[in-house]
């Protein structure tokens, strides 16, 4: 889940790490009497995507007699009104700083990023220092040092390095893919304060924490989902609708993401992501379906992509479940069906044999996912 600046700042806040003073208001409520002697202000909307600098959702003023047009400027870019803002105090900044702490992925471990400048698009910077952390490892001033020494005085390396060193630890206990403060202002007294935060966490920790925790990310994140998506999950699994062409159904992420990729190197967008829940039922596939068919109803979709991979569960049971919901009612579009199943999942029924039944009722079946989407492309154009 992707926090908003609001959320983030308190859980850096519970972990000492310094912030702006700040105070939430919802929609109609005005800034309470102690923030007028602020010597600057800054007016954020709280959302869950990123770019709101670009988009007009955060602006600097003055005096607060400045407030009511400020957010009136705010809110008629937002489609919400009732989007939360933050009232931020505006600090004197010295000089922009890039922190961040990221899940390599390929390596699996946490790495550590810092660059001498903040703003947007820092990761491509050609002045970056990436200090991987070992995993599980403490990491100690002393070890980062000598990375950050080289892109800052060595006063105010020293003092990065402590701070940094602080970070992977932060990541670890709060379950975080990413934990970004950019920037970090360095202000004119000398201390380091996190004037944005970008946090991920990872969904799958969410037993470790309760429920009130990042209430305002929560209801964002509620609030955005479509009736579909709400759907989805009540009937026990998760899905994330996207701006395609093609219902692609899987059950579960990695597979999703490659199915859409495949789809993208052949001119398609998958309109559809789906992925497990936690806790969920251990079969799901009617209920995907059911939410396919609502999906391919829309007169921008071309197809449905059904791809299967089956370890140990009966692939004849798949294929009959699979074709008693083509048999209920006519597809609105076009069924690619590709499948894959291990040894003990084809006791009943080979890959080839599932592949004939499915052809035998006019379904395009694969056994190779590449050449699955090559069917579809060249069917849809």
Known sequence: MRLTEVDGKALLRRHGIAVPRGVLLQAGENPPNDTTSWPGFLLKAQILEGGRGKRGLVRRFDKPADFRDVRRLILATLDDADTPLLLEEAIPIVREIFTAVRVDGTRQRLELLIAPRGG??????????????EQAASVSPEAVFPAIAKLFP????????????????????????????????????????????????????????????????????????????????????QLVETPGDVVLVTSGAGLAMMMMDLLADHGLRAASFMDNLPGAPDETMTERLKIARALADRPNIKAIVFQTVIASRSLAERVDALAAWIAAEPLPKPLFVGLAA????????????????????????????????????????
């Not at 947007?120 to 952390?133: G, M, W």
């Not at 060193?165 to 970004?180: G, K």
């Not at 202002?185 to 966490?201: E, H, N, P, W, Y």
């Open 154 to 237: 060595i006063e105010l390396a020293a003092r990065l390095a402590r701070y940094a060193a602080r970070l992977p630890e932060i990541a670890r206990q709060e379950d975080l893919e990413l934990l970004e403060i950019n920037p970090l202002a360095l202000t004119q007294d000398g201390s380091l304060v996190a004037c944005d935060a970008k946090i991920i966490t990872d969904d799958s920790s969410g037993f470790r924490h309760g429920p009130e925790e990042f209430a305002v990310s929560r209801m964002l994140a509620e609030r955005a989902m479509t009736a579909l998506e709400h759907s989805a999950r009540d009937l026990g699994f």
């Open 120 to 133: 947007e698009n820092v990761e491509q910077s050609a002045k970056l220092a990436r200090i991987p952390v």
């Open 342 to 381: 291990g040894h003990a999942a084809t006791r009943k029924m080979s890959t080839d044999e599932a592949v004939e039944k499915l052809r035998a009722l006019g379904v395009a079946a694969f056994t190779d996912p590449v050449a699955l989407v090559k069917a579809v492309a060249r069917a849809v154009g």
